[in-house]
């Protein structure tokens, strides 16, 4: 059998002007459960994250703390790699911009596009957006009254002698590409959105600046200094080591180019979808294989502010952390986030409802039910019963327990591959939900009063049993931590290769096998606000 293929995926390296907050740990929670789910189907995953750490702001920001831009950009980046820890995150690496691997590959990027004629000196006069660090057409900012679509603010009026990216001879080869691959852009109407604006005709963009000093010199014209979106969109390429392709770093990571994913926030999207795309071309860099740009959380209904007192920053997160547990917190976010093209509402009283609807209701219950009947008729342990051929349910034409859970468990490794995690998720739960109704139909607590029928009950707790397993092993990318509670307590921790489609292949709890009680998901009080 072949070798799966390795998997690349990336987070937007976060920028160190602020600290971390359910934005980015969205994000990478999202980048986290792809990869322990490709992890577990046995796919060599490489999962990218890191921070953003030149430019103006951070200069400005440093300057007015009275230390200096690095003195800043380790404070938060420091933060951001805590919260690696404090989400049990799996990434690969933590790249830094600031970082000397970074930076000499970027110079070497920067000085092929120059001998290519990529990058060439020239003066710009045009509307800049300050917030985003971004020029845009006169066209763009009318369209947009000449307000940030982001902040609101003023788009100002600049004029500067930088060196320009030549985007504008990428129109037609970008749109080709776009032409041939319309899942580059996800979802769908992010895709719409690229298309629409690309219709403006592209315009070369800058790519230094002269109005800062933290940041990357240009070579041999250190005065001008590197903009930090081409600095930040090569990071993808030099934690690969592709801008040294001879180098170390290179032959250990170069095979996990392309990555599968770049995962952001919408507000980034233009970058990655455009700019990135031209200038892998100019760098004659294999493409990636899709940009998902995810939508906002809001809370209450409104934009997240601290002014307003909505923003669920780190300290806010570690209260749900302390009350609900990581794990709740995770199918939260795999199963209630704005994936999609629409922004999502955060608030306490939902979380608290999916809590206790999906995971105390429906999971722990499952799993506490069967494995407390488990010992009260069998002592714990896992009587011998054909269970394969058994139907889930009294239902006509209902499929047998090993057809059901096989469709459920290549249905879930489908969604997971294809960044659908909240699909992934109920698929797995809903054979949680077939186990349910298996003991609703049967009442095998009342069968078990009559002596001559406990080769039928022993036959519904073992069907009930293996079903608790098999939805474990699917649930385990987003709930490891709680599955793998589960597991033990059902004596069946995961194999370490195989795949997660033979981890979830029917039959896997043998006869005598030990089986606890356990009850991963406990009630707790409702939120009063």
Known sequence: ????????????????????????????????????????????????????????????????????????????????????????????????????????????????????????????????????????????????????????????????????????????????????????????????????????????????????TWGIGMPDAPEHVIYVW???????????????????????????????????????????????????????????????????????????????????????IQGYFDKYGLDAWRWYMATQGPIGTQDADFSPKHFHEIYTANLVNTFANCASRTSSMMEKYFAGSMPAADTASMPISAAAGAPTWSVFTQQAAEKTLKHYSDFELAEAGNTALSIVRAVDLLINETAPFKLAKDPTKMDEVARIIAACAEGVRVAAVLLTPIMPNKCGEVLAAYGSPIAADGGMLAAARWGGLKAGTKIAKCAPFMRVDAPTA
């Open 1 to 212: 059998m072949p070798r799966p293929s390795p998997a690349y995926i990336t987070t937007p390296i976060y920028y160190v002007n602020d600290r971390p907050h359910i934005g980015h740990a969205y994000t990478t929670t999202l980048c986290d459960v792809w990869s322990r789910a490709m992890r577990l189907d046995g796919r060599d995953v490489f999962f990218l994250t890191g921070t953003d750490e030149h430019g103006l702001k951070v200069e400005k920001s440093a300057r007015d703390r009275g230390i200096s831009p690095q003195a800043l950009a380790d404070e938060n980046s420091a933060e951001f790699r805590k919260v690696m820890g404090l989400f049990g995150l799996t990434n690969d690496d933590f790249i830094r911009t600031t970082e000397p691997r970074h930076e000499s590959q970027v110079k070497l990027f920067v000085e092929k596009l120059m001998k290519s004629g990529d990058i060439y000196l020239g003066e710009f006069a045009g509307w800049y957006d300050e917030g985003q660090e971004e020029y845009v057409t006169d066209t763009r900012a009318k369209e947009l009254e000449y307000k940030s679509p982001i902040s609101g603010k003023p788009l100002v009026r600049a004029t500067e002698k930088n060196y320009y990216f030549r985007l504008s001879a990428y129109q037609a080869k970008l749109e080709a590409f776009f032409a041939a691959n319309p899942r580059f852009v996800r979802p769908d109407g992010r895709f719409n959105e690229v298309l629409g604006r690309m219709r403006d005709g592209l315009q070369d963009v800058p790519v230094t600046r002269t109005n800062f």
């Open 230 to 316: 081409i600095d930040a969109l090569f990071n993808y390429a030099t934690a690969l080591g592709l801008g040294d392709p001879n180098g170390a770093l290179a032959k250990d990571r170069a095979r996990f180019w392309p990555p599968e994913y770049h995962v952001i926030g919408k507000e980034i999207l233009w970058f990655h979808a455009v700019i990135w795309p031209a200038l892998l071309m100019a760098c004659g860099l294999e493409m990636p294989k899709c940009v998902y740009a995810h939508s906002f959380w809001i809370s209450n209904g409104q934009k997240m502010s601290k002014s307003l007192g909505n923003f669920i920053d780190l300290p806010t």
